[in-house]
């Protein structure tokens, strides 16, 4: 009885394995895993945090080594931009200066103005549901 308990748990993994490489054969596996859509959170409250503490930083997200800092500019207005100016090594990262309201590059002594002009940006907005959502498909600057 063991024995045949063992063969049938063999045979129903070959048949799942075979299914997998079949599926992926085909090409009709799709991956979720690494989405170009990354969701903060509800913007009113993601507002209340950037407005209080600086830009929200997250390191990485699509595993390409683009780390973002997303701003809010008031009202609705948010900005999500690459902390590493173009162009310089990745050592370099901008930093939110309160005071000035401006990021600052420490290698090149660059400012750059809080919504990411003269950075890498990419699209946000605000979904039906009130969550801010940014789009890392392509740069808009």
């Known amino acids: 009885m063991v024995i045949l308990s063992a063969a049938a748990g063999v045979v129903v993994a070959i048949v799942i394995f075979a299914g997998v490489l079949s599926l992926v054969g085909t090409g009709k596996a799709k991956s979720k895993l690494g989405s170009n859509?990354?969701?903060?959170?509800?913007?009113?409250?993601?507002a209340q945090i950037v407005d209080r503490t600086g830009p929200l930083l997250f390191q990485d997200l699509l595993g390409k080594g683009h780390d973002i800092a997303v701003n809010h500019l008031g009202g609705s207005q948010w900005a999500a931009l690459?902390?590493?100016?173009?162009?310089?090594p990745k050592s370099c990262t901008v930093a939110w200066v309160l005071s000035s309201h401006a990021f600052h590059?420490?290698?090149?002594?660059?400012?750059?103005?809080?919504d990411?002009?003269?950075l890498v940006r990419y699209k946000t907005s605000i979904d039906k549901n009130g969550d801010l959502v940014?789009?890392?498909?392509?740069?808009?600057s």
């Not at 859509?37 to 993601?46: I, R």
């Not at 590059?105 to 809080?114: L, V």
């Open 37 to 46: 859509v990354f969701k903060v959170g509800n913007a009113k409250n993601q």
């Open 82 to 88: 690459e902390v590493h100016p173009p162009g310089e």
């Open 105 to 114: 590059d420490p290698c090149s002594g660059h400012d750059y103005p809080a």
């Open 116 to 118: 990411g002009t003269g």
């Open 134 to 140: 940014v789009d890392l498909h392509q740069p808009i």
